[in-house]
């Protein structure tokens, strides 16, 4: 009776062993994975060279066990070769990253890193030399064009403004200042109806004792008022847009001095 007992707890223990070691993960759980029918068939077609119907089935094999390390190494690999029509080193990367991180211990370890390194220069090579979209060529080439015709437009009023400066310089005048005092660009009318005309200041009048200095370097206004016995103001007075932008008083330019009967 003990006999039988000690045999039947030894084969109770034994079948308990079995089960344990079972359902521990071994080297043989990548031929499981390999095992599945769908990715039986994706190597079957793959060696027929129908990569679409590779692709399809190692996909179905994931969609059955998304844990399947095997079928994302096959996938890696198709997606890495340079020649096949599925290239693509983004999806290639993916496929690696993941068989690594379901299977850590995988015999292909050394050469997924160094086909990981490849996509990830590939990739960025891509991007570098990623061609512009049409739609922004246009938008650079509509902004070109306007830029140039607002520099067009910009030289063309600056040579408005000073062929004007050279006539009212030539003919002694100053710009109105009617709109600044009254807030309006409307003149005032006499009792015609006609536009009411200000009379111009006396230092306006070039008569025939007005004078003009050609300033040099090292002159001013100031020296020029003591060297023709003239008041400062009247010289002031008399040369407006100098006064106006201090930039103009440089050698080379006209200063008209007035005649002394205007001080």
Known sequence: MN?????????????LAALVVGCEPT??????????ADFVRG?????????DGAVLSFRKA??????????HFELGLIFYEPSNKKNNYVSACYHFQRHLELQQ???HAGNIDGFIKVCKKEIAKDIAMAPIP???INAIHTMRTQLAKANSEKNNLKSQVEAMRG?????GSTLPEVA??????????????????????????????????????????YSLARRYSVSFSALKAANPRLMRNSRDLKPGVTVYIPAKRTQ
């Open 180 to 221: 600044a005092a009254t807030g309006s660009l409307q003149p005032s009318l006499n009792s015609r109806g006609n536009p009411r005309v200000a009379p111009r200041p006396n230092y306006e009048v070039r008569s025939s004792q007005t004078r003009t200095h050609t300033l040099k370097a090292g002159e001013s206004l």
């Open 167 to 171: 006539r009212l310089q030539q003919a």
């Open 62 to 71: 994931l969609a059955n066990n998304p844990g399947n390390a095997a079928a």
């Open 43 to 51: 190597k079957s077609r793959l060696a027929r060279k129908d990569v």
């Open 134 to 136: 049409r739609s922004e």
């Open 3 to 15: 006999l039988w007992f000690s045999l039947g707890k030894t084969m109770t223990l034994a079948m």
């Open 105 to 107: 211990d995988s015999s």
């Open 27 to 36: 080297s043989g759980s990548g031929s499981r994975m390999e095992d599945d």
